[in-house]
């Protein structure tokens, strides 16, 4: 028997959020979205999700006001994080943190910097070199040294190789030709 979506009799405010974010895939949605992943494709291919599954996560965010469709400008639409999706930032970021704490031998597989002056952003959402509350639209992601594995081929992986400011629409026309080329890449700096 499926779960249902509520917490029928549960007067509290986190029994309301998870009814909303609380389904399976949607904060891996989520946090793409912040990432900057807007197209339908793409986050059926990086996720590797069922695509009915994917369409209907997206449909309940986009009920529920956290994301909105958009006109992608090349006859699709994509989906944007919304006033109300943008302060669910720390929560996803507070379960990155917690798993590279307790699931990245080698260290957090994203490493997040304030746009600005490139400082290191610690998890509570501090620069390192301003001393300043960062908010997500001044933050870059990066791979971190927990990022071990070889990337995969979706262009979403392949695009967040690179540095990559979150909210910003990701470049998924990025394409490696290989694995292999992408540790070169990295080896020379570039």
Same mark, same amino acid.
């Given at each position: 028997?499926?779960?249902?979506?509520?917490?029928?009799?549960?007067?509290?405010?986190?029994?309301?959020?998870?009814?909303?974010?609380?389904?399976?895939?949607?904060? %891996?949605? =989520?946090?793409? /979205?912040?990432?900057?992943?807007?197209?339908? &494709? +793409?986050?059926?291919?990086?996720?590797?999700? !069922? $695509?009915?599954?994917?369409?209907?996560?997206?449909?309940?965010?986009?009920?529920?006001?956290?994301?909105?469709?958009?006109?992608?400008?090349?006859?699709?639409?994509?989906?944007?994080?919304?006033?109300?999706? %943008?302060? =669910?930032?720390? /929560?996803?970021?507070?379960?990155?943190?917690? &798993? +590279?704490?307790?699931?990245?031998?080698?260290? !957090? $597989?994203?490493?997040?910097?304030?746009?600005?002056?490139?400082?290191?952003?610690?998890?509570?959402?501090?620069?390192?070199?301003?001393?300043?509350?960062?908010?997500?639209?001044?933050?870059?992601?990066?791979?971190?040294?927990?990022?071990?594995?070889?990337?995969?081929?979706?262009?979403?992986?392949?695009?967040?190789?690179?540095?990559?400011?979150?909210?910003?629409?990701?470049?998924?026309?990025?394409?490696?030709?290989?694995?292999?080329?992408?540790?070169?890449?990295?080896?020379?700096?570039?």
């Amino acid at each position: 028997m499926p779960l249902g979506k509520d917490y029928a009799g549960q007067q509290c405010s986190l029994a309301r959020a998870l009814e909303i974010v609380g389904e399976r895939w949607t904060l %891996l949605i =989520l946090r793409d /979205a912040f990432f900057g992943v807007r197209r339908f &494709g +793409d986050f059926a291919a990086h996720l590797n999700i !069922p $695509r009915a599954v994917l369409s209907d996560r997206l449909s309940s965010l986009t009920e529920a006001g956290v994301l909105a469709r958009a006109d992608g400008g090349h006859g699709h639409p994509e989906y944007v994080l919304t006033s109300k999706g %943008l302060p =669910l930032w720390p /929560a996803i970021r507070t379960l990155l943190t917690w &798993g +590279d704490e307790h699931y990245s031998d080698r260290g !957090p $597989r994203r490493v997040f910097r304030h746009e600005p002056d490139d400082g290191l952003v610690s998890p509570a959402g501090i620069c390192d070199a301003c001393g300043q509350d960062v908010l997500v639209s001044d933050l870059l992601v990066a791979p971190g040294p927990g990022l071990v594995s070889p990337p995969a081929t979706d262009p979403v992986s392949q695009a967040l190789q690179t540095p990559h400011r979150l909210l910003e629409p990701l470049n998924t026309a990025i394409r490696l030709r290989s694995p292999r080329e992408f540790i070169d890449r990295t080896n020379e700096g570039g």
